[in-house]
């Protein structure tokens, strides 16, 4: 049986073997003392210079009822150097995991601002932007299910009704959702207006 010791270790050598640098390590405490810890790799400027790419290990290490085939790691890409963005998403990881499936779709309030230097205020999980299929899909790491890694995209408090009104297909698809912008403006249920239902 793999430790999770021994399973962050597989999924490193995973990412490494993808983003070739060394990354940055953000620990969290987890909320009972006996459970594995979630910490956050931070890579700069992947997938290009000026971005920021993170990625958590350890949501995985507990179960959720919607986990049938495999277990979710999160990933963000923003057009930042700001290590805010990544450190968010290792604290949603410590804090929602057994609770939340972080399914495509589902949208996560951070409850505050995520960085500084932008007003979003929550995450829609889809599918990682950065990555080919082969990568984000079906990680064997040793344990009873592989890992699958959900992408988190910034969004505006505003959005998340957008998106519960259009649907989030029609949202990806709008000229002013960019995936990386975190300063990009805010998609607003007015912009579809004229669409035909």
Not at 123 to 140: G, K, M, Q
Not at 142 to 164: F, H, K, R, S
Request: charged letters at 25%; glycine letters at 6%.
């Amino acid at each position: 049986m793999s430790t999770p010791k021994d399973r962050l270790t597989r999924f490193l050598e995973h990412l490494d073997s993808i983003f070739q640098v060394e990354p940055e390590f953000f620990p969290y405490e987890p909320e009972t003392p006996d459970a594995p810890k979630v910490v956050c790799m931070a890579y700069a400027d992947i997938p290009e210079p000026g971005f920021v790419t993170g990625v958590t290990h350890g949501l995985s290490e507990v179960t959720h009822k919607e986990w049938k085939f495999g277990r979710p790691e999160l990933i963000i890409s923003v057009e930042s150097a700001d290590l805010a963005w990544p450190q968010a998403i290792g604290y949603i990881a410590n804090n929602l995991r057994g609770h939340c499936p972080f399914s495509y779709g589902d949208i996560i309030n951070f409850q505050d601002t995520i960085s500084d230097a932008s007003d979003m205020t929550s995450f829609v999980v889809f599918a990682p932007a950065i990555l080919n299929r082969e990568h984000f899909l079906d990680i064997d790491v040793g344990g009873d299910q592989p890992l699958n890694i959900a992408g988190m995209y910034p969004i505006y408090e505003t959005e998340a009704d957008v998106i519960g009104r259009v649907g989030l297909e029609k949202f990806w698809h709008h000229p002013n959702f960019d995936l990386f912008d975190v300063n990009r403006p805010p998609v607003e249920i007015d912009d579809f207006a004229d669409d035909e239902d």
